[in-house]
């Protein structure tokens, strides 16, 4: 087995056990008490992260479930509110650039695949792709252009030029299940699991000090610990993994919550659906809780810059106030909740090739979204990717002088702020629906509740048997990418120069291994279904 592959199975195996007193017990789908802990769990209320008897730790947070669950009614209802102004319902974006993975992208013919876009003229004017371009041209200095989109040295992600795509009024675009499935849509999962896997950070973990191990003044230190014994899962690792799991995740959920019977054509809460691919494997959740305080903690770290921005699209402020309003709630809940040490990560000698091999990865998954074959998929997954990458600039790069609006007001994109409110909502709304197929549960007789877990049991074992290979066309990283990324690194650092050309020998190295040996990748994380 490959070295990526082999890390990667030892930190699905080993991963931190929670408290044993948590809802989340278990990460195995093959036991019946975990899916009940999840369904029968009551959510919490009126706690705060000072919570001296919580359900349970997140980990690698400050926080606990049940701060989460007891500020979630109210932030979910005030999000539901904020992206429907104007401001946050309109999102730009090119759906149609070529897929530069593979030339098949796959297509869904299903009539619920397809989205409506907005005319330009409905657009206020200050919000167009010709007025924003004209703001954005004399700030970007540092973009590295790719036909359609362009990435700056801060980003995470790969963003739109605003020369072509158009205009979605995303209020009248649910994410929900469309009929999507199959081959394709497990081809992208596959991709996307499959920029996990981290080299650099392989070698320096096993021949330098742990970053994680730091002194911290704080509980924080004791979650970055691996005390699950597995020395060679560094804490940026599993920091990476939960951020693409838990996007799994809420995906998964948001499809069972609205879920297509394609024979009626109606869409309809799945209790069945959301046990087989969340419920039952009961890390998964966790993986939304994570992604959800994440989220929080970069949207109360760049608060005062979000309240300074323009959100008026009428001219006459009115609209402009009642947005900074509802936002105003949402930033005092992140305050509350969003308990995240974004310090401790990238610390150590090989720190800066670290972060650039993770900005990588993730830039990597943004453009495999151009690869997903339906169009109301392919845009809120673009959506969601560029919201999360959003949240890990404002954590991982950009520090308080940045953050100052009076110096830097065009710090980010429209897009960006659009995106990352709109993500958190996702993210709100699939707790939200787990509350709901609590309640379903609640209201099954005994014979029922047994038939959904036996059945659980019967999709677990299916998706639990090895299934053959099947390699992306290309490697995502060209050479010509991988050069000038060492380029850079060399001029930063000697040690790390010599560190990354360790990475690109060992990534040859494992590149010709893989020819011989199966992935084993593209079920996800431990058989997650796609």
């Known amino acids: 087995m490959g070295f990526c592959?082999?890390?990667?199975?030892?930190?699905?195996?080993?991963?931190?056990?929670?408290?044993?007193?948590?809802?989340?017990?278990?990460?195995?789908?093959?036991?019946?008490?975990?899916?009940?802990?999840?369904?029968?769990?009551?959510?919490?209320?009126?706690?705060?992260?000072?919570?001296?008897?919580?359900?349970?730790?997140?980990?690698?947070?400050?926080?606990?479930?049940?701060?989460?669950?007891?500020?979630n009614d109210e932030l979910f209802s005030n999000l539901h509110e904020l992206v429907a102004t104007p401001f946050f319902k309109f999102f730009q974006v090119d759906l149609y650039r070529e897929c530069p993975f593979w030339s098949d992208e796959g297509f869904c013919d299903n009539p619920s695949c397809g989205i409506t876009s907005v005319d330009e003229s409905e657009i206020p004017e200050r919000w167009r792709a010709?007025?924003?371009?004209?703001?954005?041209?004399?700030?970007?200095?540092?973009?590295?252009?790719?036909?359609?989109?362009?990435?700056?040295?801060?980003?995470?992600?790969?963003?739109?030029?605003?020369?072509?795509?158009?205009?979605?009024?995303?209020?009248?675009?649910?994410?929900?299940?469309?009929?999507?499935?199959?081959?394709?849509?497990?081809?992208?999962?596959?991709?996307?699991?499959?920029?996990?896997?981290f080299g650099l950070s392989e070698v320096s973990l096993h021949s330098g000090p742990n970053p994680a191990l730091v002194s911290l003044p704080d509980r924080m230190t004791d979650a970055f610990r691996n005390e699950d014994g597995d020395g060679g899962q560094c804490l940026e690792k599993r920091v990476y993994y939960k951020v693409i799991s838990g996007l799994h995740a809420s995906i998964s959920t948001h499809i069972c919550q609205e879920y297509l019977n394609q024979t009626t054509g109606e869409w309809y809460p799945n209790l069945q659906c959301f046990i087989n691919r969340v419920a039952s494997h009961p890390e998964r959740l966790q993986y939304i809780y994570f992604n959800t305080v994440l989220l929080l903690r970069a949207i109360a770290r760049i608060g005062p810059y979000l309240q300074a921005f323009d959100y008026c699209s009428t001219g006459g402020h009115e609209d402009d106030?009642?947005?900074?309003?509802?936002?105003?709630?949402?930033?005092?809940?992140?305050?509350?909740?969003?308990?995240?040490?974004?310090?401790?990560?990238?610390?150590?000698?090989?720190?800066?090739?670290?972060?650039?091999?993770?900005?990588?990865?993730?830039?990597?998954?943004?453009?495999?979204m151009d690869c997903v074959g339906c169009d109301k998929c392919r845009l809120w997954g673009k959506i969601q990717t560029t919201g999360v990458a959003t949240a890990l600039k404002i954590l991982f790069e950009l520090d308080e002088k940045a953050l100052d609006p009076a110096a830097n007001h065009n710090l980010l994109q429209r897009s960006e702020v659009v995106a990352l409110m709109n993500t958190l909502h996702r993210f709100s709304e699939s707790l939200a629906a787990v509350d709901n197929f609590r309640r379903m549960w609640k209201a099954t007789s005994a014979e029922e509740g047994e038939q959904l877990i036996v059945e659980a049991e019967r999709v677990a074992k299916e998706t639990s048997r090895p299934r053959p290979s099947a390699r992306v066309g290309k490697d995502f990283d060209s050479p010509e990418m991988l050069l000038t990324r060492w380029l850079r690194v060399c001029k930063q650092s000697t040690v790390d120069c010599v560190g990354m050309f360790v990475q690109i020998w060992f990534r040859a190295v494992n590149a010709v291994a893989s020819v011989f040996t199966p992935s084993g990748k593209e079920r996800g994380p431990s058989g997650f279904e796609l």
Do not use: M
Not at 41 to 69: M, Q, R, Y
Not at 142 to 150: A, I, N, Q, V
Not at 341 to 362: I, M, Q, S, Y
């Open 130 to 197: 010709k007025s924003l371009s004209k703001l954005e041209g004399s700030k970007i200095d540092d973009r590295h252009e790719l036909p359609g989109c362009y990435y700056r040295d801060s980003d995470f992600c790969f963003l739109d030029d605003n020369t072509g795509g158009d205009y979605y009024d995303l209020t009248l675009i649910p994410e929900r299940y469309t009929g999507y499935a199959g081959p394709d849509t497990r081809r992208i999962w596959r991709s996307i699991y499959e920029e996990n896997c």
């Open 321 to 368: 106030a009642e947005t900074l309003a509802k936002l105003g709630n949402v930033i005092s809940i992140a305050q509350r909740a969003g308990r995240f040490d974004e310090t401790v990560l990238f610390r150590g000698e090989n720190a800066n090739v670290l972060k650039e091999e993770f900005k990588d990865h993730f830039r990597n998954v943004t453009r495999i």
């Open 5 to 71: 592959r082999t890390t990667l199975f030892l930190h699905l195996l080993l991963f931190p056990a929670i408290r044993a007193n948590s809802f989340l017990t278990s990460s195995g789908f093959s036991q019946r008490n975990p899916i009940q802990n999840v369904l029968d769990h009551e959510p919490a209320k009126n706690v705060d992260c000072s919570n001296s008897n919580p359900t349970g730790p997140i980990d690698t947070t400050l926080c606990d479930f049940e701060t989460v669950e007891s500020v």
